[in-house]
Every structure is written in C-alpha cells, then in structure tokens.
C-alpha cells in the first residue's frame, strides 16, 4: 500500500540534503553555499505547506493533527510496541513535522535578512537594514533548536526500527508501508499520475522562486 505520495517524499530527501548542505557550508564558512541551501529549505518549506492542504491523504495536515491531550498520550506511548499498526504520521510524529517546519522556516526566512557583519549579507538585508542585526541574533539563536530537532528526528528513526520494528527509512524511499495490509479501513495514499507530476512542478517552482530572491540584492560596483 502507498502511503507517500512522490512530491512529499522528493520534499523529505530535498530538506535533509538542503539542511544538511546549509549547516556543512555554514561551518565551512562557504556562506553563498550557506545562502544557497537556505533559500533552498526556503522553497522547499512553502510547498510543504501548501501540499499539507492538497497533497495525497496522509500529506495533509488534517489527517495527522490532533488536540494536545491526545498528542501527550502519544508521546508517553513511544517507548512501547505497537499493538495496533498504523499508516501515515503517528499523532506525536505529526507534532513533529510542525515543529521542523516551523525552525527550518524560521531559519531560512532570518538568513534572507542576516548578515555576517564583515562582507556577506542575505539577499532581503537591504530592504529591511535596520532590523538585519536583530534577524542574525535570531537566526543564530535558531540554531541550538534546530539541532534539537535533528536529534530528536534521528532518536525517532532508531526507536521505530529498534523497538516497534518499523523501518521508517524505506518507508520514505518507497512510499509503501509494509504493514499497512494489516489495518482495517486505511486509506490509500496514492495520487493521481497527473497530481504527482502537478506536484513535482510545483515543489521545483517553489524552491526556484526561493533561490530567485538573491536576484534583488543591489549590485556592487
């Protein structure tokens, strides 16, 4: 059964390559790689959002948002095998695809206005200047969480391989999920071949139009 449909998961592979690559040219001291990558999980970000609301079922926000009081007996549920499988994004692990949106989006939209106080500024710096010093202290505040999350997605990843025997990882690659067969009334997460290619389109469109943002810095002469 097909549970995630291709323009989420290009989406998923292209944040953890775009993230990845920020931070690696971040350290490096690369910063038009850093700017690169950024407007990158900048685009990548905005299609995310828009897909949660037309993407294939379990892409969409409304099947994996829940009310906090259920979120929290997720969360104290982790730790134990599943008795009852389930397809598409647990309720905890729907928190947490809102809160990586939310610090990757958060990052990307401070680094257009950042600078490096030495010669590098992003791309929007000169449009808003005198609030750029307060969106890099933000920006270099974000960085801590962001780490969080990464950690705490990875812990995810190994706890659902270890203890609830769930590969996670291949599930993202293929789309199927194995044991989905045995769920009663489960939806099929398939789309249209029209709507993938719809998709695809789109997300390209979005990261393209990101990157196209660092055409409006003033040229130096």
Do not use: C
């Not at 989406?11 to 910063?31: N, P, R, T």
């Amino acid at each position: 059964m097909l549970v995630w449909d291709l323009p989420l998961r290009l989406f998923h592979w292209g944040l953890v390559v775009a993230v990845a690559g920020a931070i690696a040219a971040s350290k490096a001291d690369v910063m038009w790689l850093h700017e690169r990558f950024g407007l990158t999980v900048m685009g990548l970000v905005g299609f995310r959002i828009i897909w949660g609301f037309i993407g294939g079922h379990y892409a969409r926000f409304r099947q994996f948002l829940t009310p906090p009081r259920v979120a929290i007996g997720a969360f104290l549920r982790l730790l134990k095998p599943d008795t009852t499988p389930s397809v598409g994004h647990s309720v905890a692990a729907g928190y947490a695809v809102i809160g990586l949106l939310a610090i990757t989006g958060f990052l990307a939209t401070t680094g257009t206005l950042s600078n490096d106080d030495v010669l590098f500024e992003g791309p929007l710096a000169h449009v808003l200047p005198t609030w750029s010093d307060a969106a890099t202290r933000l920006h270099d505040a974000a960085e801590p969480f962001l780490f969080a999350m990464i950690i705490l997605h990875l812990a995810a990843i190994l706890l659902y391989k270890f203890v609830k025997k769930r590969n996670l990882t291949m599930t993202m690659l293929n789309g199927h999920a194995d044991d989905a067969a045995t769920v009663r009334d489960a939806e099929h997460g398939a789309i249209s071949p029209a709507r993938n290619v719809f998709g695809v389109l789109l997300l390209i469109g979005f990261v393209l139009a990101a990157n196209s943002l660092s055409l409006l810095r003033p040229a130096f002469y």
